[in-house]
């Protein structure tokens, strides 16, 4: 069996059923195995979740040595704290309950932290399962990258010894984001420092309607305020670059809506109100009137 003897994985679990199986054997599959496996059971409840994780803690077909630790529900960032205090390798990969991965990415990412000292964490591009289908790709980057929006996915392999400085994952945070504070915690602790995303979807991440993820963003001010006064120093310190990106991301998503009206009323379809409204009364400062100017610019070439 290929071990890596410097990487152990944690993987956090609540209310999974089978999901939790699933990762488990997705680790088992690796082509470079962790040392160990901690799985931390955040609470769980459901009878069904509760018998599964029994006989994975009992099943000794699993080849990697494998331990369970339960404790009252107290989130992810506390639970993964919990199961990270438990490894002593230099390198520990977390991994959500509900997703698993492709057989390489251990092999793959470990790589880009064993070629370069200044990487506190690695990841992949994700392939999305569920409800989406289809291939996330974030970029990773330095803390600069980070401001504007997260560019690492919450499945990762990070340095222990990072994990240390920074002083973990932010138990407060449980409404969401808590894997974008970690990062800004790393890279804010190590200032020279980047994360790594080997460009392959190695990641395969389970999507639902209900997910915690999705729910996440109905609080995203809120939680962004929380991030940006946590980190003011660095916001401070890099404010060009968290305003420019944000504001690439805007521009982004205006000429993908621009677009969208534009295709919609070359084809003679009715807008919806949303855009009904947008046209009748455009955004000022932000580039909306010019996008308006171009949408019915488009609508009046295209009928010449």
């Given at each position: 069996?290929?071990?890596?003897?410097?990487?152990?994985?944690?993987?956090?679990?609540?209310?999974?059923?089978?999901?939790?199986?699933?990762?488990?054997?997705?680790?088992?599959?690796?082509?470079?195995?962790?040392?160990?496996?901690?799985?931390?059971?955040?609470?769980?409840?459901?009878?069904?979740?509760?018998?599964?994780?029994?006989?994975?803690e009992?099943?000794?077909r699993?080849p990697?040595?494998?331990?369970?630790?339960?404790?009252?529900n107290?989130?992810?960032?506390?639970a993964?704290?919990?199961?990270?205090?438990?490894?002593?390798?230099?390198?520990?990969l977390?991994?959500?309950?509900?997703?698993?991965?492709?057989?390489?990415?251990?092999?793959?990412?470990?790589?880009?932290?064993?070629?370069?000292?200044?990487?506190?964490?690695?990841?992949?591009?994700?392939?999305?399962?569920?409800?989406?289908?289809?291939?996330?790709?974030?970029?990773?980057g330095?803390v600069?990258?980070?401001?504007s929006?997260?560019?690492?996915?919450?499945t990762?392999?990070?340095?222990?010894?990072?994990?240390?400085q920074?002083?973990?994952?932010?138990?407060?945070?449980?409404?969401?984001f808590?894997?974008?504070?970690?990062?800004?915690s790393?890279?804010?602790?190590?200032?020279?420092?980047?994360?790594?995303?080997v460009e392959?979807?190695?990641i395969?991440?389970?999507?639902?309607?209900?997910?915690s993820?999705?729910?996440?963003?109905?609080?995203?001010?809120?939680?962004?305020?929380?991030?940006?006064?946590?980190?003011?120093?660095?916001?401070k310190?890099?404010?060009?670059?968290?305003?420019?990106?944000?504001?690439a991301?805007?521009?982004?998503?205006?000429?993908?809506?621009?677009?969208?009206?534009?295709?919609?009323?070359?084809?003679?379809?009715?807008?919806?109100?949303?855009?009904?409204?947008?046209?009748?009364s455009?955004?000022?400062?932000?580039?909306?009137?010019?996008?308006?100017?171009?949408?019915?610019?488009?609508?009046?070439?295209?009928?010449?």
């Amino acid at each position: 069996m290929n071990t890596g003897n410097d990487v152990e994985a944690v993987i956090t679990s609540f209310n999974q059923k089978s999901m939790v199986y699933e990762a488990v054997c997705s680790l088992c599959r690796q082509t470079v195995k962790p040392q160990k496996i901690v799985i931390v059971d955040d609470g769980t409840t459901d009878a069904a979740s509760i018998d599964i994780l029994k006989q994975i803690e009992h099943d000794c077909r699993i080849p990697v040595p494998l331990s369970v630790i339960r404790q009252p529900n107290r989130g992810v960032s506390a639970a993964r704290n919990t199961g990270i205090s438990q490894t002593q390798a230099p390198l520990v990969l977390v991994l959500d309950g509900d997703d698993h991965l492709e057989p390489s990415f251990i092999e793959e990412v470990r790589e880009q932290l064993l070629q370069n000292p200044q990487m506190v964490a690695a990841s992949s591009w994700l392939h999305t399962f569920g409800v989406l289908d289809a291939i996330v790709r974030p970029d990773g980057g330095t803390v600069s990258a980070f401001l504007s929006h997260n560019c690492c996915p919450a499945t990762h392999i990070f340095r222990r010894e990072a994990w240390r400085q920074c002083g973990g994952y932010d138990e407060t945070m449980k409404s969401g984001f808590e894997d974008w504070d970690f990062f800004l915690s790393m890279l804010e602790a190590a200032p020279e420092s980047c994360i790594g995303i080997v460009e392959k979807p190695l990641i395969n991440y389970r999507t639902a309607p209900a997910s915690s993820n999705i729910r996440s963003m109905e609080k995203r001010l809120s939680l962004m305020r929380y991030i940006i006064e946590k980190h003011e120093a660095v916001y401070k310190e890099h404010i060009a670059d968290a305003l420019l990106g944000i504001e690439a991301i805007s521009m982004s998503r205006l000429y993908g809506w621009e677009g969208e009206m534009i295709h919609a009323q070359l084809a003679a379809k009715d807008l919806d109100s949303l855009s009904r409204e947008f046209m009748e009364s455009p955004s000022y400062g932000d580039g909306g009137m010019a996008a308006a100017v171009r949408i019915v610019s488009a609508q009046m070439n295209g009928a010449l």
